[in-house]
């Protein structure tokens, strides 16, 4: 017997949605493997030491979409030792150090101007390493990739996406999946950015799954609800 068309999106955002073991064992583990790194590698004694990392883009937010292929990683370096000023005008520097760590690795420096460090898996996918340093209230010093540096606030950006979500009564989620999947089949012209922030800026409230559909009116786009957040420049390379 044919599905509805109900059953039938809802059996697709299930089969788009990351499985449990990738959610609670792949991403922490890949996660928990750059902490390792850059903690052997950048100790409490060295000139840079590492400070800490965190998750950030669709691995935060929870837009991840299968096939699962990569886990932003946001690795914080600390000033302790002065190290902002040695790298203060040349970012390039900084990242070539950070990506220098990975040694023997299979590496690649990633993002248009090249602003993290992608490492990869023999069991497939990969991570971006973002090194950042914390500049305080949520921002981020991050390369530019031409010797200069950026201000991100990956951090920001998943907290406002995640009240959005919860005003939306948690259906903004399924919403962006489905929206990811349907770039993904069409030439991957948008970022997964740019996505999150156009459903959560897009509309203003949400209803439960068994409530009659909403209105046109509850789903309109809103004037009023902007994000504040930064985030990782656009011009990033990679997609999730």
Do not use: C
Not at 72 to 98: C, E, H, M, P
Not at 197 to 203: C, E, G, I, Y
């Amino acid at each position: 017997m044919s599905n509805t068309t109900a059953q039938a999106f809802t059996q697709f955002v299930t089969d788009l949605t990351a499985t449990t073991y990738q959610t609670d064992t792949l991403v922490p583990a890949r996660k928990r493997g750059v902490d390792e790194r850059l903690t052997e590698k950048f100790p409490s004694t060295s000139d840079l030491p590492f400070s800490q990392t965190h998750l950030m883009g669709s691995s935060a937010k929870n837009t991840i979409i299968r096939p699962f292929d990569d886990v932003d990683v946001l690795a914080v370096f600390s000033n302790a030792k002065g190290a902002w000023s040695t790298y203060q005008w040349d970012s390039k520097s900084f990242i070539y150090r950070i990506r220098n760590a990975y040694s023997g690795v299979s590496i690649q420096q990633v993002g248009t101007r090249g602003q993290a460090v992608r490492v990869f898996y023999n069991s497939g996918g990969h991570v971006d390493v973002a090194p950042v340093f914390d500049a305080g209230n949520g921002v981020y010093k991050l390369p530019a990739g031409d010797g200069t540096w950026i201000n991100t606030a990956p951090l920001v950006g998943t907290s406002w996406y995640a009240e959005r979500n919860r005003v939306l009564s948690y259906h903004l989620s399924p919403v962006v999946r489905l929206l990811k999947a349907w770039n993904r089949a069409h030439s991957m012209r948008f970022r997964s950015f740019h996505l999150e922030t156009l459903a959560a800026s897009a509309f203003t409230s949400g209803t439960t799954r068994s409530s009659p559909p909403p209105t046109s009116r509850q789903w309109e786009p809103s004037r009023r609800t902007r994000p504040t957040a930064g985030t990782r420049s656009s011009n990033r390379s990679t997609r999730t």
